[in-house]
DNA sequence: TGTACATCAGTGAACGCGCGTTCACTGATGTAC
DNA sequence: TGTACATCAGTGAACGCGCGTTCACTGATGTAC
């Protein structure tokens, strides 16, 4: 049995608890995976652990709980995957990459596909922020924009603590919907539909 | 009673079909608006219009057929607010308003949420291809890409029967994916969470 | 070390609900002579 | 113009299925003395 760090100094029962929680989100990514936030549901989740259904509502209070969970966890996995790229095009393709190998994930972090599930509650913003700040470090500052948009990029950079300027603020989340626009639209498949090769379409963006 | 210009010269039977056609679908539409794709109900249509369930199936062959009826109109829509724009800048901002006044919409158009739906089809990528011809009209050619891409990009182009210069092909394909990626995360409230106003983010773009 | 007790995981039944789709049928609308 | 017939819209019952969530309960695991 390996044990994961956070689980070494943990009371067996909050082990195995943190065990089981980790084991419901697997089946749940798979299900995802499969098909879409339709498709993520306690019961198969329960009947894939070979458990009764009431059983996971002693680890997750009900089904949007869950996906709470695995909206967090996806923010995290993509500002891993994107720290320590090194250079923008290096990130940049970090991105892509993350992206195609998941794209359920991807889509479940910016794309709104769960009617009454709230993407943009404060917990789940503020752990947006850590993929952001990975842009922000490897982004040159761009031109610098009209006041009244400047006061709004410091204004959102201070919110965060950064101390950021309005032009690098600019770049940063220019860079972001260029990229998101092309990685979006390759994972719903319409270059695909258009014969056109994605990855010479980012290498010319960069 | 007001007819439209198709239904002037069809027998009394057709007409009513295409009117009952016409409900349902409007029906549908605001089911989409309200929960997204999974809210589209057959029943719940048929509750709405005042109709047991099964009596769609006489204007529908399925569910799936609804949808894919409703995807084709999006298309004829999206391609007639942009066209007669005028320049590229009226293009991307008709394109932008298009897509906030009918978010449902612009989603089943450009996000799978549908799973088991394929949005790529030859009739729905044909009927994809009018809003590209309008954004190749208006765009001017930007720099020659490399030749891989050049030849995927005339490929495409002749494919569609359009004699457009690579550089102008990929002047429209990148100008497309910048105004997409800008307008699918204001659609999902991105900006909105950052308190930054992506009217001016698109005039920066211009 | 043994015993009494508290905590907690998991069960099975139940509630109330919705869905897409088929089928045999009724009644109205249109067509042909 | 009237009659016989074909077409078609819509019904209601049924099939088989799934869902999220609650509740009272059993049995195992851990804790305190």
New interface residues.
């Given amino acids: 049995v390996v044990l994961s760090t956070e689980e070494v100094g943990m009371a067996p029962r909050d082990r195995y608890r943190a065990q089981v929680r980790e084991e419901v989100k697997q089946a749940a990514l798979r299900q995802l995976a499969?098909?879409?936030p339709?498709?993520v549901s306690v019961n198969a989740i329960a009947r894939e652990l070979g458990v009764s259904g009431p059983a996971l509502y002693r680890y997750f209070a009900n089904r949007d709980d869950l996906l709470t969970e695995l909206t967090l966890d996806a923010y995290d996995d993509l500002a891993d995957a994107l720290t320590g790229a090194g250079d923008l095009p290096a990130t940049a393709r970090a991105y892509r990459a993350w992206a195609l190998a998941q794209p359920h994930r991807y889509?479940l972090l910016?794309?709104?596909?769960?009617?009454?599930f709230d993407?943009?509650t404060e917990r789940l913003?503020a752990a947006s922020q850590r993929s952001m700040d990975v842009l922000l470090a490897v982004v040159p500052p761009g031109p610098r924009?009209?006041p009244?948009?400047a006061a709004?990029?410091t204004?959102?950079a201070a919110?965060r603590g950064l101390d950021t300027t309005a032009p690098a603020a600019?770049a940063a989340?220019?860079l972001?919907?260029?990229?998101?626009?092309?990685v979006?639209?390759e994972i719903?498949?319409?270059w695909?539909?258009?014969?056109?090769?994605p990855a010479?379409?980012l290498e010319?963006?960069l």
């Fill in positions: 499969s098909g879409g339709p498709a889509r910016f794309a709104v596909a769960v009617p009454g993407a943009h913003v924009p009209p009244a948009l709004q990029l204004a959102w919110r600019l989340v220019r972001w919907w260029r990229i998101h626009g092309l979006s639209l719903d498949g319409n695909a539909s258009m014969d056109l090769d010479l379409l010319l963006e």
